[in-house]
Structures are given as C-alpha cells and as structure tokens.
C-alpha cells in the first residue's frame, strides 16, 4: 500500500504556540486531507486540498499541498487545549484514501 | 440517524471464534468503507461499497475478512478464525457519494482477541 510519513510524531506545546506539522509520500496523491481524532472518535474532516501548490485555511489552521504533489503540512496559529488530538493526513487515489501515521499533539495550559 | 453508528463499541473474543462487525451509515449515503486502526498507526483501508456491491475489496488482508451491505445500507464486516493480529479498533465511514472527499466516521468497534 501507500506509505505516508508524518513528522513529528508527537508534539508537546503551551497553550498560545504556533505548531506545524507536515506528511511527505513516495507517491504522488491529487488530493491531500487533514484529519482530527479525539480519543475513542473516528476521524473528523478538517482541511481538503486539490492543487499543487494550493494554500488553505479553515479558521486557526492552514494547510498546503506541496508543489511535487507528495508532501503536505498543516498549521495551527494560537493553539488551544482542545486542539489535543492526533492529526492525520491522507491522500486520495480514485476512491481509496491512504492514511498517515499521525501526529500527536499535547497542549498544555 | 445523526451519525455513522457502529456496534458493538467493544468486542472481546476468544482465538479461532467468529465475529460480526456492525456499521449503520448516514442515511442517504451511497458510499461506505471500512477501515482498521492498529494502536499508533493510521485508519488503513479495507473494503469500500458503492450502494449493495463491493466496488473495491483490495484492503482485505485474507480470505478470512469478508463484509456485505445487502440493502445498500447497514454493512456487517464479518471475521472468521479470528487471530490475535486482528486486534485493532475497525472503522466505518460513509460519503454520499463514491470517492466524496467528506468521509464521516463512526467512532469505531474495538475488537480485542485473546
């Protein structure tokens, strides 16, 4: 299957910090999500990007498809606590979606 | 119903015994997959159906996983022998169409096999 590498694994910031956090792959996917799942939750949607290049934003959180089509990052400006989670980044190929090891973020008050 | 449900939430069984996996989609959704979460890992694809077939099966791992969706709606992922490897936390999702980026999620069955 495909391998999507995400890094850092785990992340422990104060609450008020930026964090960036990003997923590279030996393929080339024509589209790159982001992901949030809460302890014993399934993953929830945050950002979808279609275009190389392409530079997204949904509130406190931005996010970009790179340029080679093979890797992504996502922001997060002001951290909050309820920003703890594990973020996932997933690509698309036709209708199947290949999933990230994920991020862990801690953040503390 | 609100969400995707799925049932049972916890499942514990013994090695070598079957086990039946329940997912009831968003109402009206066309699209269902299913996944498998290992501790630290990323949800990894199993199967996915577009109304009652199963368009692609290629996330399968062997021929003891099989799953159905007879109405085009509520889908069973069904185990047989299971083995210790199965352990992880199996999710089901629905889109409302095929391939719809915006995938909703159940909150996952956790199957624990001793």
């Known amino acids: 299957g495909q391998q999507l590498n995400q890094s850092p694994q785990s992340m422990f910031i104060q609450e008020g910090e930026d964090v960036s956090m990003n997923c590279t792959s030996s393929?080339?996917?024509?589209?790159w999500l982001w992901y949030k799942q809460d302890p014993g939750e399934g993953p929830v949607l945050l950002i979808a990007?279609?275009?190389?290049?392409e530079l997204t934003s949904n509130g406190r959180l931005t996010a970009q498809f790179g340029i080679t089509r093979k890797d992504s990052f996502l922001n997060i400006s002001a951290s909050i606590p309820s920003d703890v989670g594990i973020y996932f980044c997933?690509?698309?190929?036709?209708?199947?979606?290949?999933f990230g090891t994920g991020t862990s973020l801690t953040v503390i008050p | 119903g609100a969400g995707v449900s799925q049932t049972p939430s916890n499942k514990v069984t013994e090695k070598g015994k079957y086990v039946e996996l329940r997912c009831d989609p968003i109402?009206?959704?066309?699209?269902l997959y299913w996944y498998r979460q290992s501790l630290g890992q990323g949800p990894e694809f199993l199967i996915y159906?577009?109304?009652?077939?199963?368009?692609?099966d290629s996330g399968l791992p062997n021929d003891r996983f099989f799953a159905v969706r007879p109405e085009g709606s509520v889908s069973t992922l069904k185990i047989q022998r299971t083995e210790r490897g199965d352990s992880a936390v199996y999710l089901c999702?629905?889109?409302?169409?095929?391939?719809?980026?915006?995938?909703?999620f159940g909150p996952g069955t956790r199957l624990t096999v001793l």
């Open positions: 999702a629905s889109s409302l169409v095929p391939g719809m980026d915006e995938q909703f």
């Open positions: 393929s080339i996917f024509n589209t």
């Open positions: 990007l279609y275009k190389a290049g």
């Open positions: 997933a690509g698309r190929i036709g209708n199947q979606f290949y």
């Open positions: 109402s009206g959704h066309t699209a």
């Open positions: 159906f577009q109304g009652t077939g199963a368009a692609d």
